[in-house]
């Protein structure tokens, strides 16, 4: 049972894998909301998202970061924007792509909407990985750096679907399943599903601005809002999470021409013979490891020397 006052709060609530309660509390524009939701895990599990943003000012070479950790709230929307606002004028063509953290169990639909408006502004490389190390392994071919599991789940999916480029590492990283609004009057039927449907239809709307796939928010749907379907990679291939905006990879493919003094069409055929022959590893992030160093070389073996300087 949940409370509010004057407010509509819309969530996505969470699962893992023990049962577990936790009591949720926001001051919001000055009114309290209360809310007790059931998770299906410890409550040190699902706390709120904490925002860091890393403007790295003073390392020109390195892009912008932000990390996005626990739960999805209304003042973390705030943060992005006050934290992008800080790149200036010319952020949305800056030549580095702000890199953007996910680690989150889900949180506020309306604060991941926002925040995936925002990140539409700028180019953005976003990726669900862990701030903290799982393991530091040292090996003949050099230290290998293993972060821990990370996860993006029920509203995070929203924020990770507006990176201009988008990248999970491991089947189960990413879970989906249909919102809910947290204080629909349930004596009020036909006001509950009117509230449900304008829900669903944002939803819809924001997934398909995105460039995300048809089948991405009706297998969404599908899935009762206490369970969680965890994706496969071959399912974020299918639904359109993972990869490229294809507006920025084309523009990135002409640059990588540019650079290397090829044309496009050679570029393109370079493109496809590293995703035929380079192993792109899954485990090592960032890098660190033998495989990424592998995968690396590959990659510069095949495109070949840069040219031109990067401008």
Request: charge should be positive.
């Amino acid at each position: 049972m949940c409370s509010t006052s004057m407010i509509m709060q819309v969530r996505f609530p969470t699962t893992s894998l023990q049962v577990g309660v936790k009591v949720a509390a926001w001051w919001k524009v000055g009114l309290f909301v209360a809310c007790a939701t059931i998770f299906w895990g410890t409550p040190s599990q699902h706390v709120f998202a904490s925002v860091v943003v890393n403007l790295r000012a003073d390392e020109p070479n390195f892009p912008p970061r932000i990390q996005i950790v626990g739960q999805i709230t209304p003042e973390d929307a705030v943060a992005v924007e006050q934290g992008l606002r800080a790149l200036g004028p010319n952020s949305a063509t800056n030549r580095l792509p702000v890199e953007v953290f996910l680690d989150s169990p889900g949180g506020d639909v309306e604060s991941a909407m926002r925040i995936g408006h925002l990140l539409r502004t700028v180019t953005s490389a976003v990726q669900i990985t862990s701030s903290q190390w799982a393991d530091i392994r040292e090996s003949p071919a050099g230290t290998m750096y293993i972060r821990k599991k990370a996860v993006c789940a029920s509203a995070c999916v929203l924020v990770f679907a507006a990176g201009s480029s988008r990248r999970a590492y491991s089947d189960g990283s990413v879970g989906i399943h249909r919102p809910y609004s947290v204080n629909a009057n349930a004596n009020d039927r036909s006001a509950a599903m009117s509230t449900y449907t304008n829900l669903s239809l944002r939803v819809k709307k924001y997934l398909e601005d995105m460039g995300m796939s048809p089948l991405l928010y009706q297998d969404m749907m599908r899935v009762r809002p206490e369970a969680v379907r965890w994706l496969t990679m071959r399912e974020l291939d299918a639904y359109g999470l993972v990869g490229t905006d294809p507006a920025y990879e084309d523009a990135q493919d002409s640059r990588a021409a540019m650079i290397r003094g090829i044309s496009k069409q050679e570029w393109l055929g370079r493109k496809a013979r590293a995703n035929r022959e380079c192993e792109r590893p899954l485990n090592e992030i960032p890098l660190g490891g033998p495989v990424q160093k592998a995968f690396a070389d590959c990659l510069s073996r095949i495109y070949g020397p840069v040219l031109v300087p990067a401008r």
